[in-house]
């Protein structure tokens, strides 16, 4: 079959793509900037690519029209704190549209389980866009999911932070809301399993694990799983904003993602039927083995996709190709140059750079501007990187966004994503002569900005010195 895969850069979307192809399909991916599509070569030279944003006005010439079914997992939640459900909608809106000019027969839809009568602005989103969906020229699947538990997933790292750091917790009181999780591996199999199954079309399904829990008891037993304890206490004076500051400064989470987040577990999300799973005949997975699986696959470095590397985890959420030239006027910057030895080996040392490998110098620096960056509402250093030694361009890297990452051309191009009176490049280059070029560039705004740069040249003098030195190490 020839599939449309939307959201193709998404924690969902990275990890349906391999399973699509290995079961045998044609793949085009929709996604809004084709560099940022985070796959290998041996993957993208299996796949087509076109570049579409579905909150712009259609393009007719964009699709083919031989199109047999289509993937809708786009979402927006994580953009905005106020107008994401327009968003969703413009966005479903013009998918419809894209969809009336091919002869696509089914189109898949993962939303949220929505069987309360109050929803959250989040879920209310999820089903209008399914309603939105089901007005289009196609046969509609929906799967309406718990939250998904697996390596990468924004649920699984939220419960995997608050766990690990706070052994003593103080909670709001929707922590003893109940919910239904499910595994990521479930997911993909429900999704992969619907498709061009004619007994699914026109409905919508409830998917979600075998075990009902409070949040509070998915913080317990996660913490049983890892082999220690934790004590968990709610008190009912938190607010919905306090409880946001509260995940935002635990947890990796952007303040934006924690504020709907909040918003949306003060509701229960738990299957009314599991209709989908006798029509299959499958069994799904136990929350304490959701946790399993997804420690394997970090324990052995086969992290496929992460939440963190989408672009709202950080400061833009589009136009950022625009900062892929470095400015040569108007800027400060900081020079290092260094022979090397042996290329191989120092490349392999700049790719990687940050996460749990650090900064190579001055670490505990890092982490305090990293801090300092989340108290005053940036990204801070909690993100890290998904993949230990390897990069894309788009990833997440600590407080920094991967602008090009050209492994051949030798060339690592970072942007800041902290907080700034200004706009930081820092790139990474080795030349033909094997000459380690190491360049952080400053374009600072108005007198503030220079006043922040000449204040902490003295630390750069140190830092980038001695980066550059271990970088250089083989």
């Given at each position: 079959?020839?599939?449309?895969?939307?959201?193709?850069?998404?924690?969902?979307?990275?990890?349906?793509?391999?399973?699509?192809?290995?079961?045998?399909?044609?793949?085009?991916?929709?996604?809004?900037?084709?560099?940022?599509?985070?796959?290998?070569?041996?993957?993208?030279?299996?796949?087509?690519?076109?570049?579409?944003?579905?909150?712009?006005?259609?393009?007719?010439?964009?699709?083919?029209?031989?199109?047999?079914?289509?993937?809708?997992?786009?979402?927006?939640?994580?953009?905005?704190?106020?107008?994401?459900?327009?968003?969703?909608?413009?966005?479903?809106?013009?998918?419809?549209?894209?969809?009336?000019?091919?002869?696509?027969?089914?189109?898949?839809?993962?939303s949220g389980i929505v069987n309360q009568?109050?929803?959250?602005?989040?879920?209310?989103?999820?089903?209008?866009?399914?309603?939105?969906?089901?007005?289009?020229?196609?046969?509609?699947?929906?799967?309406?999911?718990?939250?998904?538990?697996?390596?990468?997933?924004?649920?699984?790292?939220?419960?995997?932070?608050?766990?690990?750091?706070?052994?003593?917790?103080?909670?709001?009181?929707?922590?003893?809301?109940?919910?239904?999780?499910?595994?990521?591996?479930?997911?993909?199999f429900f999704l992969t399993s619907i498709?061009?199954?004619?007994?699914?079309?026109?409905?919508?399904?409830?998917?979600?694990?075998?075990?009902?829990?409070?949040?509070?008891?998915?913080?317990?037993?996660?913490?049983?799983?890892?082999?220690?304890?934790?004590?968990?206490?709610?008190?009912?004076?938190?607010?919905?904003?306090?409880?946001?500051?509260?995940?935002?400064?635990?947890?990796?989470?952007?303040?934006?993602?924690?504020?709907?987040?909040v918003d949306s577990m003060k509701v229960?999300?738990?299957?009314?039927?599991?209709?989908?799973?006798?029509?299959?005949?499958?069994?799904?997975?136990?929350?304490?083995?959701?946790?399993?699986?997804?420690?394997?696959?970090?324990?052995?470095?086969?992290?496929?996709?992460?939440?963190?590397?989408?672009?709202?985890?950080?400061?833009?959420?589009?136009?950022?190709?625009?900062?892929?030239?470095?400015?040569?006027?108007?800027?400060?910057?900081?020079?290092?140059?260094?022979?090397?030895?042996?290329?191989?080996?120092?490349?392999?040392?700049?790719?990687?750079?940050?996460?749990?490998?650090?900064?190579?110098?001055?670490?505990?620096?890092?982490?305090?501007?990293?801090?300092?960056?989340?108290?005053?509402?940036?990204?801070?250093?909690?993100?890290?990187?998904?993949?230990?030694?390897?990069?894309?361009?788009?990833?997440?890297?600590?407080?920094?966004?991967?602008?090009?990452?050209?492994?051949?051309?030798?060339?690592?191009?970072?942007?800041?994503?902290?907080?700034?009176?200004?706009?930081?490049?820092?790139?990474?280059?080795?030349?033909?002569?094997?000459?380690?070029?190491?360049?952080?560039?400053?374009?600072?705004?108005?007198?503030?900005?220079?006043?922040?740069?000449?204040?902490?040249?003295?630390?750069?003098?140190?830092?980038?010195?001695?980066?550059?030195?271990?970088?250089?190490?083989?």
């Amino acid at each position: 079959m020839k599939i449309l895969l939307t959201g193709a850069n998404g924690y969902i979307g990275m990890r349906l793509l391999p399973q699509l192809l290995d079961n045998g399909h044609e793949v085009i991916c929709a996604v809004r900037d084709a560099e940022r599509l985070s796959i290998d070569d041996a993957l993208r030279s299996k796949i087509s690519i076109v570049e579409i944003d579905f909150l712009k006005r259609v393009d007719s010439e964009k699709l083919s029209r031989d199109i047999d079914a289509a993937y809708f997992l786009i979402h927006s939640m994580s953009s905005s704190t106020t107008d994401f459900d327009e968003q969703e909608a413009i966005t479903a809106r013009n998918f419809n549209a894209y969809m009336a000019q091919t002869g696509v027969k089914q189109v898949i839809y993962l939303s949220g389980i929505v069987n309360q009568d109050n929803l959250s602005k989040h879920l209310w989103s999820r089903k209008n866009v399914e309603s939105i969906l089901y007005e289009g020229p196609f046969e509609l699947t929906v799967l309406r999911a718990g939250i998904i538990v697996g390596s990468g997933s924004s649920s699984f790292e939220i419960i995997r932070d608050l766990a690990e750091k706070l052994p003593l917790m103080i909670t709001p009181k929707w922590v003893l809301t109940k919910t239904q999780p499910i595994a990521i591996r479930d997911v993909i199999f429900f999704l992969t399993s619907i498709l061009g199954n004619e007994k699914t079309y026109g409905q919508s399904f409830d998917i979600a694990g075998p075990d009902v829990l409070t949040y509070k008891q998915m913080l317990e037993q996660y913490a049983k799983a890892r082999g220690f304890k934790n004590w968990i206490f709610t008190v009912p004076i938190m607010t919905p904003k306090l409880s946001s500051y509260w995940l935002y400064f635990v947890t990796s989470t952007s303040y934006k993602l924690a504020l709907n987040l909040v918003d949306s577990m003060k509701v229960e999300v738990v299957a009314n039927d599991n209709r989908l799973e006798q029509l299959l005949n499958i069994k799904t997975h136990t929350y304490a083995e959701a946790i399993d699986m997804a420690f394997k696959k970090i324990e052995q470095n086969l992290v496929v996709s992460s939440w963190k590397d989408s672009m709202v985890s950080g400061r833009f959420t589009k136009d950022l190709e625009k900062y892929i030239q470095v400015p040569k006027y108007g800027v400060l910057k900081d020079e290092q140059k260094r022979k090397v030895s042996n290329s191989s080996a120092v490349l392999e040392n700049i790719w990687k750079i940050g996460g749990e490998t650090g900064w190579y110098y001055g670490n505990w620096l890092w982490k305090i501007r990293g801090f300092l960056d989340q108290i005053w509402g940036g990204v801070g250093i909690r993100r890290g990187r998904t993949h230990p030694d390897k990069i894309f361009p788009g990833d997440a890297l600590d407080f920094w966004r991967v602008l090009l990452a050209d492994k051949k051309g030798k060339r690592l191009l970072l942007f800041a994503e902290m907080k700034l009176p200004g706009e930081a490049w820092l790139e990474f280059k080795i030349d033909e002569d094997n000459i380690l070029h190491q360049t952080a560039t400053f374009r600072p705004r108005g007198l503030r900005g220079r006043l922040y740069w000449y204040s902490i040249v003295p630390l750069h003098y140190f830092i980038f010195r001695g980066m550059i030195r271990n970088i250089a190490k083989t």
